[in-house]
């Protein structure tokens, strides 16, 4: 199916069918093993580099057949996160805009995954966004310090008129696909059961960063080279493995202080 044309015009693509829900549960299972052993991986950048499991995902064919319909041909995996909305608690996502703090140059080479795991559902805490957003460029944001927004520096759109936002529900296996510039956000998880995403981003390699940064070669070629190499996860973890996803999740996250030029 070609989904490139919803991706144009409203900056969203959803849903799109990927995984069958068998599937996302046997995920699921492996990612909540992997909490046992890891303690809590909620917002834990470049998770592809340590979990089979989210390398997997990530990787699906399925997957990258939508990333290349919206940024070609040549694709880097660059980030990969889980973002888990625990039952009953009151985390939220403000109205906001990925690229904002990710240091890009080519602002269209770029398109976001968030797979479901289990139900996303206005009740659950699903994306709510703005189509056509992403038409209008880079909106002014604010940063806050407040506890229950989940994103990283708190950061919120100053003023946003929501006229139009739509909720996005996926099924577990479900994804939508965005453009970085898509003005979005997310309620609290007022169902019984946990909100589980794999939050996935993709480059073209010749989208450069600001900054230091690493990516996966998942598709195509990279004539570029702006990225360092990092290895997808394809065995369980070992100890080299371990503190080489702790240092790449370390420089992720100061990478996000980078302004974009």
């Not at 580099?49 to 997957?63: C, G, N, Q």
């Not at 506890?147 to 909720?167: F, P, S």
């Not at 790449?248 to 980078?258: E, I, K, N, P, S």
Request: one cysteine or more; charged letters at 20%.
């Amino acid at each position: 199916m070609d989904f490139a044309a919803d991706f144009r015009r409203d900056g969203v693509a959803s849903p799109v069918a990927v995984i069958e829900a068998v599937t996302a549960a046997q995920h699921r299972a492996a990612l909540e093993a992997a909490e046992v052993e890891f303690g809590a991986l909620h917002y834990r950048n470049k998770i592809h580099t340590l979990l089979p499991t989210a390398f997997e995902l990530a990787t699906l064919p399925a997957v990258l057949d939508v990333v290349e319909q919206m940024i070609g041909p040549d694709v880097l995996l660059y980030n990969s996160t889980y973002i888990i909305k625990e039952p009953g608690t009151d985390a939220y996502v403000s109205w906001h805009q990925d690229l904002t703090y990710w240091g890009l140059a080519d602002d269209d080479a770029q398109v976001s995954m968030w797979l479901a795991l289990t139900a996303a559902t206005p009740e659950s805490g699903c994306m709510q966004m703005l189509p056509g957003s992403h038409l209008d460029g880079r909106q002014d944001h604010e940063t806050n310090s407040d506890d229950a927004n989940v994103l990283l520096k708190g950061q919120r759109i100053n003023e946003v008129d929501a006229t139009g936002a739509r909720h996005y529900p996926l099924k577990p296996g479900e994804a939508s696909f965005h453009h970085g510039w898509t003005v979005h956000q997310s309620g609290p998880n007022t169902s019984t059961d946990r909100r589980i995403g794999l939050n996935v981003q993709y480059l073209a390699p010749h989208n450069h960063h600001a900054g230091q940064a690493t990516a996966v070669l998942v598709r195509g070629e990279d004539r570029h080279g702006h990225y360092g190499v990092d290895m997808g996860a394809t065995t369980d973890p070992t100890a080299e493995t371990i503190d080489r996803w702790r240092e790449l999740d370390r420089a992720m996250t100061q990478g996000f202080q980078v302004e974009p030029t």
